[in-house]
């Protein structure tokens, strides 16, 4: 999660603007994840914990992938937002919780591929949750190698830039795609499209992968130019 290149843009324009636009990256986009994230935190995973027997119920893998999970999602929110342009504190900051991302998120993905195929798991569940568990840490980790390799001041700087917007959008799918998954596959349950236990059908499971390739887009072009949308 460690940005180097710089954008022009008319946020760009003046110290003042600079230095603001360099800061933050809040929009339409990330508030939505915003708020689906602390729903799901506030209200809906402890009703889904309380309905399985509560948090002492769970195995250990599965505590240590919801930490995990928890944690990457956190870690995801802020860098999205919080970027290292111009200001040496946050780019420590985004560094630093960059790295803490890439640990929990492969960790929590390991465990995760531990519950789908050795714990009680459908086979259908099991191979969808480990589609997402692909993407997340596919995006993981070419999000990791991008911005690692656009630091060698050897390369060109078009190469340099290139490399950098391939980090943002790893690090959008990401978010909106894998972090996001299980909130997006139990949509259709929420909504009242589905029935009770009815919520793993496959379009539900697919909702865990189409908002990836909906909603980073658009984000990564609000963030990039500035704007709210």
Request: positive net charge.
């Amino acid at each position: 999660m460690f940005i180097v290149a710089r954008e022009k843009g008319p946020l760009s324009e003046g110290p003042r603007a600079s230095r603001a636009a360099s800061m933050w990256r809040v929009n339409v986009w990330w508030l939505f994840g915003l708020l689906l994230v602390t729903t799901w935190f506030l209200y809906l995973a402890p009703k889904a914990l309380k309905k399985h027997g509560g948090w002492d119920q769970l195995s250990v893998a599965f505590r240590l992938h919801l930490l995990c999970a928890a944690s990457t999602t956190i870690f995801c929110l802020i860098n999205l937002a919080l970027t290292p342009l111009n200001t040496p504190h946050f780019r420590r900051a985004h560094k630093l919780i960059g790295k803490c991302l890439v640990c929990t998120s492969i960790v929590g993905t390991a465990f995760g591929y531990y519950i789908s195929w050795f714990e009680e798991t459908a086979f259908f569940v099991a191979l969808a949750l480990s589609f997402v568990g692909g993407l997340q840490l596919f995006a993981t980790v070419s999000g990791f190698w991008a911005i690692k390799r656009a630091q060698d001041p050897s390369l060109p700087t078009e190469e340099r830039k290139r490399l950098t917007e391939l980090h943002r959008t790893m690090m959008t799918i990401l978010f909106y795609g894998a972090c996001l998954g299980p909130a997006w596959s139990r949509l259709p349950g929420w909504l009242g499209l589905l029935s009770e236990g009815k919520a793993t059908t496959w379009w539900a499971l697919l909702l865990s992968i189409l908002p990836s390739f909906v909603l980073s887009p658009l984000h990564k072009r609000a963030s990039k130019a500035g704007s709210f949308f």
